[in-house]
């Protein structure tokens, strides 16, 4: 499968614990997205990396959240001292870019919060 | 005001009808746009890029109005598959993409 993985699929967790997030994006892409989507809304943009650098965090983001990317391949969302406003689907998306240009995004399939 | 903004319906429209969607977009500085589909608890996923000229493929037409900053979606014969909420999207340059909240479709026999 060569598109965009995400793991978990779903995360049940407790309010107050962290929570980690993964996203594989294609192999070629050099551009990672974050984003979060509730019920009857669009996806809301979180952050943003071109390579391993994070060049675009959206105001939404607080200091409770944090991404990675390491060697500018796979990228982990974490969340710290989760609150129940915190659930929704994680959706991550990977591009290729160059500049001011941008291609399609494609999309993962999600991780699920769900935070009781 | 909305960074893109699109009427969420629902359109409710019988199989085989012409509907057309409309979305706005307020940064002038943004040059790439897309139209996405998204099934019920499923990931968005692409269905058309929207060119100046306007393009079509199949059943599907977009159209881009830079002067106004209006971008259509035009589905013609409408399948029971087309049932879906659909996503404009919007790339400002060296920036990020811009989603609407969707417009919901669907289509009845």
């Known amino acids: 499968d060569t598109g965009v993985s995400q793991d978990p699929r779903h995360k049940i967790t407790k309010r107050g614990q962290n929570v980690t997030f993964r996203c594989d994006p294609i192999s070629e892409h050099n551009r990672l997205y974050w984003y979060r989507q509730t019920l009857g809304q669009g996806p809301e943009f979180l952050t943003y990396?071109?390579?391993?650098?994070?060049?675009?965090k959206s105001r939404l983001l607080s200091d409770r959240f944090s991404a990675e990317r390491p060697k500018g391949s796979f990228s982990t969302l974490e969340i710290q001292r989760t609150e129940q406003g915190d659930s929704a689907m994680y959706l991550c998306a990977s591009s290729l870019g160059a500049g001011a240009d941008n291609t399609e995004a494609f999309f993962g399939q999600g991780t699920r919060l769900t935070v009781v | 005001r909305k960074e893109v903004e699109q009427d969420p319906g629902p359109f409710n429209v019988p199989e085989g009808a012409t509907v057309a969607f409309n979305c706005t977009y307020s940064n002038s500085a943004s040059q790439s746009f897309f139209w996405y589909r998204q099934d019920c608890r499923k990931e968005p996923k692409l269905l058309m890029s929207v060119y100046s000229s306007g393009n079509e493929d199949g059943r599907f037409t977009a159209q881009l109005n830079r002067a106004s900053q209006y971008i259509s979606l035009l589905i013609r014969d409408s399948k029971l598959s087309d049932s879906a909420t659909y996503l404009c999207?919007?790339?400002?340059?060296?920036?990020?993409?811009?989603f609407g909240k969707g417009t919901m479709l669907l289509v009845s026999p």
């Open positions: 999207v919007v790339n400002v340059r060296y920036s990020t993409l811009t």
């Open positions: 990396f071109q390579n391993e650098a994070q060049l675009e």
